[in-house]
């Protein structure tokens, strides 16, 4: 039996669509409030639960085998990024589960400070490292599904707005590779208690996001291109009525201001150990928004 957490997000949906594909046990750990239909239909058991709750917790990773962690915090690093995550490794030991794969993100091991989720998810990564417990640790770059929306209004305006620096890169690794990559962590000896950055064979500049949108939809691109310090004073300000949404803002500053690529050598790792061929940003789109 698996267990996917953030069942219902980008990644855990396809997660559980892929295992539900090769006929295996999965208990989507989801929200009341969640859409978890297609889950349900799919042949996914499903756990209604809170991650913040350890009762939750303890009842989800009953007679389970492997644990996936790919849950999002929303505005609540502390709780979900860190502390929901420390409580299901200590039930992943109790329970005696054969393999945890943590979803990390690239970059963690940095040291952002002003990233309440990067200082999270290090935090866990290390926790994990130091349990005993069988694991492989995901740290991907941006994901492509999150370039979609993007694209799509592109697709109807032509606009493309992109704050900060256009020549910072980032290898946009597909979701859908993710998942598998994810899923064959625990089946893979050579995956086994290891660290992999997880991207998408091309390392882009922001700047040719427009041009592969030009490609695809046939129009010449009109790029809006605020500076990064707009986006600092409205923080700034929001600050001033609310500090909480000022510090969540922290991390979408550090993803902002940062490259987050990764190297030939990491690219040929990942395709090495999981006999994979990752797709280009480009194509992923092609098959979900392109003429």
Known sequence: MYLITGATG?????????????????RAFVRLSSHFNELEDRGAEIFIGDLKLEKDIIKACRDVKYIISCHGAGND????????????????????????VFISVLGVDRGYQDSVTFKAKREVEKYLVSSGLNYTILRPSGFANNIIPLAERFRDTGIYFSLGEQQNRSSIVSTDDLAKIAIASTEIEGAKNQIFAVGGPDILKREDLPRIFARLFNREPITINPPLELFDGLRAGIGLINPQLNKSLGTLRTLLAHEFFCTRDEIARLESTFEIKMESLESFLRRYVGQ
């Open 10 to 26: 980008s990644l855990g949906r396809r997660i559980v669509r892929q295992l539900r594909e090769k006929e295996q046990p999965v």
């Open 77 to 100: 690093a502390q709780a979900l990024d860190y502390r929901a995550n420390i409580d299901l490794i200590d039930r992943a030991i109790a329970e005696g589960v054969e393999h945890f």
